[in-house]
């Protein structure tokens, strides 16, 4: 199978769709699944997390219990290998909820198209006001809106 990003989409959604509501009972949030080729051959990356962060057996248990579902239904065909983590304290930011659990943090913003000039917006997350995520950054404030997010993460390091 040829990996094209409309092959690795759908692949994406498939396993989002299998794997989310496993996650979802453990207590825990699928962040970000990423499938795709890598040197050592095919990759699909889990993120996890949960209040407190996520541990070494949280990410054993769902490693496990995802690699099962997914070999049961055969929703990854051919050899992959599965990681499964947590998304560290730069974690990526994916949901309109996301950027309001963790309004007051520092984040880094990359956008698809120049907003003001810029594509990179570091600052502290005011939360969101409809369809756009505020920071303020310095004396300026910036409202993004959200379908020219490229990238956003927490900015801790």
Excluded: H, W
């Excluded at 299998?18 to 890598?38: D, N, Q, S, T």
């Excluded at 541990?55 to 579902?69: E, F, K, P, V, Y």
């Excluded at 997914?70 to 994916?94: C, F, H, M, Q, T």
Aim: aromatic share 6%; net charge neutral.
């Amino acid at each position: 199978m040829v990996l094209n990003k409309k092959n690795k989409e759908q692949r994406v959604e498939v396993v989002r769709a299998l794997i989310e509501p496993v996650v979802v009972y453990a207590g825990m949030e699928l962040i970000e699944v990423e499938y795709g080729r890598e040197p050592s051959g095919v990759i699909l990356r889990l993120t996890i997390d949960k209040p407190g962060g996520v541990t070494m057996d949280d990410c054993s248990d769902i490693s496990r219990l995802a690699g099962d579902l997914l070999d049961a239904k055969d929703s990854v065909p051919g050899l992959y290998n599965l990681e499964v983590s947590s998304p560290g304290i730069n974690r990526p930011l994916k949901k309109k909820d996301d950027f309001e659990r963790f309004a007051g943090q520092k984040v880094l913003i990359k956008t698809r198209e120049l907003i003001d000039g810029c594509r990179n917006f570091k600052g502290i997350l005011n939360g969101t006001r409809d369809d756009f995520i505020v920071i303020s950054s310095e004396k300026t404030v910036f409202s993004i809106p959200f379908k020219l997010v490229a990238k956003a993460r927490l900015d801790i390091i």
